[in-house]
């Protein structure tokens, strides 16, 4: 069964800095997506970024960015600039393919980022 | 362009009742799928459904039970209510994309607000 790791219950960084956070996974599959989902304390859960496994290419959306790194079944976000806004729960979840297209999402257990003025 | 919409947005039930919470996709959206949150967790996937009818189904009992009507709004409804039924219950629209459509549109799950479930 596949399974999403996160090792960081919790972060701080200050503002307009750099903060990386980890997600490792595990699954037998070759192709499948992974994101990062942000839920704000208003319970709104957010697509942050997602990324295609047969992809090389890392995903970035404006200050978020990826590492992606297959082999080591490793995803971690990085966000630059960090803004106040950015405050929130962060989910790293899986999904593999079914019927061809995306299914169910698998998360983790969640990272809480505080970003301080 | 309205986004997922959940209602109610909050519930308070007794052991033992039943409960049907409400869905409403995003507009081009075709598949809609259930999650529960229990607080300090991330959510765990239900079911999904897909044309009327259910296309994927996670861990759950059968008390878990779900509907889809004809226009893509969805119930999700829990028999028998347990203290530990207690939760966030998010809802995630999608549109099942072929291969071939993949570059100009993505099948991505996109979250609704979510009900929280209080049972007593």
């Known amino acids: 069964a596949q399974t999403v790791t996160q090792s960081q219950p919790e972060m701080s960084v200050q503002e307009a800095e750099t903060v990386t956070l980890s997600c490792t996974y595990d699954?037998?599959?070759?192709?499948?997506?992974l994101f990062w989902y942000k839920q704000p304390p208003s319970r709104q859960m957010i697509l942050v970024i997602r990324?295609?496994?047969?992809?090389?290419q890392n995903a970035t959306e404006n200050r978020f960015s990826v590492n992606f790194q297959k082999a080591a079944k490793s995803f971690s976000l990085k966000i630059s600039d960090s803004q106040l806004g950015d405050t929130a729960m962060y989910f790293c979840?899986?999904?593999?393919?079914?019927?061809?297209?995306?299914?169910?999402?698998?998360f983790g257990k969640g990272t809480k980022l505080s970003v301080k003025p | 362009d309205a986004g997922v919409t959940q209602s109610p947005t909050h519930l308070i039930k007794t052991r033992g009742q039943q409960v049907t919470l409400r869905c409403s996709p995003k507009?081009?959206?075709?598949?809609v799928s259930w999650y529960q949150q229990a607080l300090g967790q991330g959510p765990q996937f239900i079911f999904q459904?897909?044309?009327?009818?259910?296309?994927q189904r996670g861990n759950f009992p059968d008390r878990f039970s779900g509907h889809q009507f004809p226009n893509y709004s969805s119930e999700l409804n829990v028999n028998a209510l347990l203290l530990g039924d207690s939760a966030l219950y998010l809802c995630?629209?999608?549109?099942?994309?072929?291969?071939?459509?993949?570059?100009?549109?993505?099948?991505?799950?996109?979250f609704g607000p979510g009900t929280r479930l209080t049972v007593l």
């Open positions: 699954t037998s599959e070759s192709n499948y997506y």
């Open positions: 990324q295609e496994a047969y992809k090389q």
């Open positions: 459904y897909y044309e009327e009818e259910e296309r």
């Open positions: 507009s081009g959206h075709d598949t």
């Open positions: 995630a629209s999608s549109a099942i994309v072929p291969l071939h459509e993949r570059a100009r549109r993505t099948d991505t799950q996109y």
């Open positions: 979840a899986f999904s593999q393919l079914y019927g061809g297209s995306q299914g169910n999402l698998i």
